[in-house]
């Protein structure tokens, strides 16, 4: 919501030393973000001064109309002379009151104004449209103002209301009342102690008869009011003060019609909407849409219609989606004479799910949506018929229409004392009763007890805590005092809490950036990664209401938003990257139903929560990395190195190490990835082996679905499984003796992994092996075809004695036969 200063202190008596920041600081630690103060016009200069047109010379010899003019600018000029300027519009002629900006004007933009020859002659100055003065877009030329405005050489800055400080809003959804400029003010008013003109506050003669025939359905609109004017004429301009109030406000001008309407919106809240009486069926009927009925909108859309779907019909069928959007059968046009202006109270969430089902949002929904006062409307109405009669010429009919089927709100108990105990503060006796009769609660005091109705404008105030919270507010949410709480002694970090952080560090410390992507992927994401139509990772979760149309659903896998991730950096020039992300996965259960609704005013059931906790996905927490371009780059230290999928391998395993658990790698082939660079990894659990994720490099068609760089690598790990696989950490026992090393070179299979190899040495070396290293693996003749060479470097020690040559031999034999047992090796020669 924008909200012009000038406008507001129409209806505040502020004191005149209250800036527009100072404003902006006090509503927002009242609950009313101000996002921005825009200083409209602080960038313009003068002089820019009133002018009256007393010659016009046209240019013809041009391929387009050019006017040499001269305009009285009075002693603005410093000489008294007419101005000389030539101009290309053609909205005016001889004795029209126009803009001027002299030479040495600089208007919005930075836009400076000189003495230049043009078009064969001199023009000193310009004669100003709209646009050029940071004012409302006009395609009809230069500003030309009513007779009697000013005199010529008058400066033109102030009238005009060019320099004008607004406030922009970030209204929240529960206070819809501030998306106007009467509940703004009224907060305003409180904060500041000052006095408030209601704008609403009209004095409003019964009708003398029926006006246009209506019906209604009190579930779907429980107030509605229909108001008419007769001899409106069409071709009457907006004035000038609204249509700057209006460009002010962030709403563009576009008839007197439309743009009262508009301008009442902004001032009290209710949304209106006006109809060429004359293009009209018959009467009106607030209903339900019909199943199979369409709506041509004035977006010149043709919509079908929904039962959840308020209409506003005539006896044609609906010609308006009730507070959303209307029908262009019916819209004012420039022959229109005859006005009917609607002001309605419909039902707020039928609207919001209407305004999401059609894609439109409309100011007029955004505020019904919200909740908007529920007895304005005969108010506003009014006003607006009566700026129609005002600006337009029409006659305002005396009779007209007022539907209420509204019922009375039921007054809310609240202890006085509760805005002190929820904020923590002592507030004074009575300070809750007097900032809630200045938001407009009517309150009766019964003791220790508060008996509260709130105001019409106010639908959000529905229980003690919301009133708390205005009293809160109001007495500044700054002065509640920040009290850590005192953690008991020994309570700290859970054992999954310290392994998250230690993988973070120990990524981000090899040169990962972490990332933190949306959970939400679609069906474009699933058949990017090359997923079988039968893979488990398919079967997701789809939400209700996405934020996304194109990702309805909860990821299963945390790579696509890697990828994507991924993808944004490399196409902005990052040619090495590497990103990681630790985060959530939503597996659903087989059979999960939809979890149940439940009250608000009651603890759930067990049999509830059962029914909760079985239509809850499994939640396991991943960590996946993707990585393209050089791991390490080239220098003067030497050539660089390209990421590959050895690297991302590593990347698990350094997560396996940090907890401290055995990981066994193996070929596999497993989507996204290539299947001849794919290593599943395993971990093990009370002696069973234990999936915990894929590495490698990505397959080439994900790869080019996504848009990511050639051989790009990435790896996935269950962080769940792998605490699970954690045993009790005991300490080596460091020997001072020293190690024997025997190295071992076995052939195997091609098919054999190294991986396989190596477990059968460990396992075969018995206790006084200390580690196993793999150091070269060789194929070609020497081996024979399909056969491969393996060779490791085996470290023995003992803790209590120097090994013979006898021991360490014995040991060496004792792992080979192993592998010979286990992998049908054979030593190499």
Known sequence: MRVPMTWLREYVDLPSDVTARDLAARLTLAGLEVETVDELGSDLTGPIVLGRVLEIEELTEYKKPIRFCRVDVGSANGTGEPQEIVCG??????????????????????????????????????????????????????????????????????????????????????????????????????????????????????????????????????????????????????????????????????????????????????????????????????????????????????????????????????????????????????????????????EAMHIARTSRRHQLSSESSRRFERGIDSQVQLAAATRAVRLLGELGGADVESAYTHLDGSTPREPIRIGAAHASSVAGVDYPEGTTERWLGLVGCAVEVDGDELSVIPPTWRPDLTDPNDLAEEVIRFEGYENIPSIPPRASSGRGLTASQRLRRAVGRALAATGFDEVLSYPFVGERDLDGLQLPADDARRASLRLANPLNDEEPLLRTTLLPGLVKALARNVGRGFTDVSLFETGLVYLPKPGATRAPLLPVGRGPSAEELARIDAALPDQPRRVAAVLAGDAERAGWWGPGRAASWADAVQVAREIARIAGVPLEVEADQHAPWHPGRCAALFTRVDGERLLVGHAGELHPRTVKAFGLPERTAAVEVDLDRIERARTKTVAPVVSTYPVAIQDVALVVDESVPAAAVNDALTEGAGELLESVRLFDVYTGEQVGEGRKSVAFTLRFRAHDRTLTAEEATAARDAAVARAVERTGAAPRA
């Open 89 to 346: 519009a053609r909205n005016f002629v001889e004795g029209d009151l126009v803009v001027v900006s002299l030479p040495g004007a600089v208007l919005p933009g930075g836009f400076s104004i000189g003495a230049r020859k043009t078009y064969g002659r001199m023009s000193a100055g310009m004669i100003c449209s709209p646009p050029e003065l940071g004012l409302w877009e006009d395609p009809d030329g230069i500003i030309v103002l009513p007779q009697g405005f000013g005199e010529p050489g008058a400066d033109a800055v102030g009238p005009l209301g060019l320099r004008e400080d607004v406030l922009d809003i970030a209204v929240t959804p529960d206070r819809g009342y501030a998306l106007s400029m009467r509940g703004v003010a009224r907060d305003v008013a409180a904060l500041y102690g000052a006095d408030l003109r209601d704008p609403a506050a009209l004095d409003v003669p019964a009708p003398t008869g029926q006006g246009h025939p209506a019906e209604t359905d009190a579930r779907l609109c429980d107030r509605y009011v229909l108001r008419g004017v007769t001899g409106f004429d069409p071709q009457a301009p907006t004035p000038m003060w609204m249509r700057r109030r209006l460009h002010q406000s962030g709403v563009r001008p576009i008839s007197l019609a439309v743009d009262v309407t508009n301008y009442v919106m902004l001032e009290l809240g209710q949304p209106l909407h006006a109809w060429d009486r004359a293009r009209l069926r018959g009467g009106l009927a607030v209903r339900a849409a019909a199943q199979g009925e369409k709506l041509e909108t004035l977006d010149h859309a043709q919509r079908a219609l929904a039962p959840d779907d308020i209409v506003i019909a005539d006896p044609s069928g609906p010609i308006n989606i009730a507070g959303v959007m209307g029908g262009v059968s019916t819209e004012i046009s420039l022959t229109t004479t005859e006005v009917l202006v609607e002001a309605a109270h419909f």
